[in-house]
């Protein structure tokens, strides 16, 4: 058979499938069955079992209800109709793919799941299944595709469902912890970072197990909108790799510290030829726990901060009047834990009084440690007048890079104080310059010239508009205020408008297709309440259809998402033209969307 003749059975076959059930009249070929199967009966918290629910000779089935597996997270689910004919009956067999998550260890009971068709009640069998930590599914060899696939390939392999099984891609994704330093003094900074290793497409890494770790002040780096990637040769094969979580962490007790396991979840892109669509499976990884040891701060450096700090001390002013406010600015800057850093004080003197101080204090994320400051902004006024002296002050810490304590001493300052004390009562910020006198506009009266009042504006009845005009003015303000922006704007019918405008807005503006996902996670948000966490392809699949959203919208909608998400991590990105196409295709979605849920 030449390839001409072959491509057109493809197209046959193709084509049959297609028009198949069309064709099939809606009615059981044989005896309704209804089974299930599970994919393994022992598996690791990080793997994913597929449990497979089967109904054969019945017609428009109903998806079985799974919400009873307490053990398990629950993904799916797909499906998968197939037609079997013997001595001219055909007879339909459908089959449910969940996808199972262990939420634990241990030996885990699958409940039986009860299905109903026609007044009768069937039930299938239950499972039990060993959980261990980590993964024990195999890795799978990658098999690539003939050069001229599929004209040169049996006819009869086409559909080879176990064929297709083998062609699947190896599974090399890997999530591994790295610490800067595993021995360390007590407050000492230490980086902990995450880093992905993959050859695999994947998308969305997030942890799902909690993120704390006990036994540190953790300072979390936040998380970046695009990962940065590297590709580096590891024995011979090549891998993608990202840092996907870092936090600085301070010590808050001595000895060994263990820093736990952290769990991530993450969609995996099937390689498979025979798909029209990308698709995608959930992904679990662990990384391996790791031990920091902790010492104790030597006797002379209990209660320092820990780090490399610098001081810096500066005034507003050298000279000032003795009415005025002089303001004196201590900085600390330097690595470490700036948070319980304690602003070295100014005392109060017979020369001058101090007043409370304002002290603010932030980070800056550096690539390799954390670093901050403390700023402390110490009020001044004087009692009196000519050079007055404040003595230098004084920073201790602890160098963890020399095991030294470090004392740091500012210079001493001098302020030339001039002006003439106030008496008593008198305003200390304002000059007395721009202190008016009692008296003299008594006196300007009594030496002045009167003169007639009825010629002066506001006697005019023009004067009466214009005052009439900010009063106007003000009661619409008010009932801007107390009225439309606390009950009209706040009503859920125009905040829902103001959304969906916005997320229409948002899609027209993306240039890139990985900006997609975070519009579309943040339109579900709005719409329903969902977490970010909580939003994922089978979430979105279920919340839609039930506010009976149509099927093809959904899967469209979730598929241009998934695209999203994963073209971060792709080297393959989409044309101008796709993007535009798959804009335009949402926004008549997101549309129909937003008519279905009120």
């Given at each position: 058979m030449n390839m001409r003749k072959r491509f057109g059975l493809v197209l046959i076959l193709i084509g049959l499938m297609a028009f198949l059930p069309g064709l099939i009249p809606g009615q059981s070929g044989g005896d309704v069955e209804v089974k299930a199967s599970i994919s393994a009966d022992k598996i690791?918290?990080?793997?994913?079992?597929?449990?497979?629910?089967?109904?054969?000779?019945?017609?428009?089935?109903?998806?079985?209800?799974?919400s009873h597996f307490k053990d398990f997270k629950v993904r799916g689910p797909s499906y998968r109709t197939e037609f079997v004919e013997v001595n001219g009956v055909f007879t339909s067999s459908v089959n449910y793919m969940f996808y199972l998550t262990p939420l634990k260890t241990g030996k885990l009971t699958i409940p039986s799941v009860t299905y109903k068709h026609e007044g009768k009640e069937y039930?299938?069998?239950?499972?039990?299944?060993?959980?261990?930590?980590?993964?024990?599914?195999?890795?799978?060899?990658?098999?690539?595709?003939?050069?001229?696939?599929?004209?040169?390939?049996?006819?009869d392999d086409l559909f080879d469902p176990l064929k297709r099984e083998r062609r699947r891609q190896e599974i090399d994704v890997k999530?591994?912890?790295?610490?800067?330093?595993?021995?360390?003094?007590?407050?000492?900074?230490?980086?902990?970072?995450?880093?992905?290793?993959?050859?695999?497409?994947?998308?969305?890494?997030?942890?799902?197990?909690?993120?704390?770790?006990?036994?540190?002040?953790?300072?979390?780096?936040?998380?970046?909108?695009?990962?940065?990637?590297?590709?580096?040769?590891?024995?011979?094969?090549e891998y993608t790799i990202a840092e996907i979580l870092k936090v600085a962490l301070f010590p808050t007790k001595s000895g060994d510290i263990t820093i736990p396991s952290i769990k991530f979840e993450m969609g995996l892109a099937d390689a498979d030829p025979f798909s029209f669509f990308s698709t995608t499976r959930p992904l679990y990884r662990s990384t391996p726990e790791l031990t920091v040891n902790v010492s104790p701060l030597p006797p002379g450096a209990q209660g320092l901060p820990v780090g490399q700090f610098r001081l810096n001390v500066t005034t507003n002013k050298n000279q000032v009047n003795v009415n005025d406010i002089l303001t004196f600015e201590i900085r600390i800057t330097g690595k470490g834990n700036v948070k319980t850093v304690n602003v070295p004080g100014i005392k109060d003197s017979i020369y001058y009084k101090i007043y409370p101080a304002k002290i603010s204090r932030d980070f800056n994320f550096q690539k390799d440690s954390l670093t901050g400051f403390v700023e402390s902004e110490v009020p001044v006024s004087f009692k009196k007048t000519g050079l007055i002296s404040f003595s230098p002050l004084e920073f201790k810490y602890f160098d963890p890079e020399t095991s030294k304590v470090v004392t740091l001493t500012s210079q001493p300052v001098t302020i030339n104080v001039t002006g003439q004390k106030e008496k008593d009562g008198s305003a200390l910020t304002i000059p007395k310059t721009e202190i008016i006198k009692t008296g003299e506009d008594i006196d300007f009266i009594k030496a002045g010239k009167v003169y007639?009042?009825?010629?002066?504006?506001?006697?005019?009845?023009?004067?009466?508009?214009?005052?009439?005009?900010?009063?106007?003015?003000?009661?619409?303000?008010?009932?801007?205020?107390?009225?439309?922006?606390?009950?009209?704007?706040?009503?859920?019918?125009?905040?829902?408008?103001?959304?969906?405008?916005?997320?229409?807005?948002?899609?027209r503006d993306t240039r890139d297709y990985g900006d997609i996902s975070p519009v579309l996670e943040n339109y579900l948000k709005g719409k329903t309440g969902l977490g970010l966490s909580e939003i994922n392809n089978h979430t979105i699949s279920e919340l839609l259809g039930k506010y009976g959203v149509h099927e093809r919208d959904i899967d469209a909608f979730i598929r241009i998402k998934s695209q999203s998400e994963s073209s971060r991590f792709s080297p393959d990105k989409a044309s101008s033209k796709e993007l535009k196409n798959d804009i335009k295709r949402l926004l008549e979605i997101i549309k129909r969307i937003d008519s279905k849920i009120k």
């Open positions: 690791g918290t990080d793997d994913v079992l597929v449990y497979t629910f089967t109904l054969k000779g019945i017609a428009n089935p109903q998806q079985p209800d799974v039930r299938t069998q239950s499972f039990t299944v060993e959980v261990v930590r980590g993964s024990l599914a195999p890795s799978q060899p990658r098999r690539t595709r003939p050069r001229n696939w599929p004209f040169d390939r049996d006819e999530v591994l912890p790295f610490v800067s330093k595993k021995n360390v003094v007590k407050g000492e900074q230490v980086m902990y970072s995450v880093r992905l290793y993959t050859r695999n497409r994947v998308q969305g890494p997030r942890p799902v197990s909690n993120p704390s770790i006990p036994g540190f002040w953790q300072e979390w780096y936040p998380a970046p909108k695009v990962f940065e990637q590297e590709t580096k040769i590891i024995n011979g094969k007639n009042q009825d010629e002066n504006f506001y006697n005019h009845k023009y004067f009466i508009v214009i005052l009439l005009v900010p009063f106007l003015l003000n009661l619409l303000l008010l009932l801007k205020v107390f009225v439309f922006d606390r009950f009209i704007s706040q009503s859920t019918l125009l905040k829902q408008k103001k959304l969906i405008n916005q997320t229409i807005k948002n899609l």
